[in-house]
């Protein structure tokens, strides 16, 4: 093990995994029950950078803090009302970054929400699964933790480090609004672990 780990065999790879954060490990995927909760779901618009027209995409989440971690933004490639957008980029709101909108005709459903989808990869597994399907690609994205292992946001957060994940949303939400970024809030029956 350490000949092969010393030769650049065996090293540490970025992976998905489901988090405890009061044990402070990892957790299989066959020991987390899934529960119906009555939530809320929040359209943010993401400004599209260069555009003269004030174009911008809509996208629906249930957990918005998570957006401080997006790497990309992604429609599908013969959706009329987004494919002229991709290669482009759009201002993450709330942070100074850009993020490329890429094309992923597997992730995203045209016919559900807005038809565009935000790309967590450290935070969701089929965002983590859209990261490893664009590796090695020209529109290869980034995937980037924003949480620290006791559940709290990290450097990556931005203003919103050092926060837990409820209190950072309620702040995030008050951003969005404050900013006039945030299109829609509405209730919404999601599935938690």
Known sequence: FFRLFRAGKIFRGKRLVNWDTQLRTAVADDEIYYEEIQGHLWTNTYPVTGSTSGEALHVA??????????????VHSQDPRWNW????????????????????????????GSGVVKVTPAHDPNDYAVYQRHLGKPDEIEILNILNPDGTLNQHAGKYAGMKREPARKKVVEDLTAQGLLAKEEPYETQVG
């Open 85 to 112: 957008a991709i290669g482009k980029f759009v201002k993450l709101p709330l942070t100074d970054r850009l993020i490329p909108i890429i094309a992923d005709d597997i992730l995203v459903d045209p016919k559900f």
């Open 61 to 74: 989440t249930t957990r918005p803090e998570t957006m401080l971690g997006d790497t990309a933004v992604a």
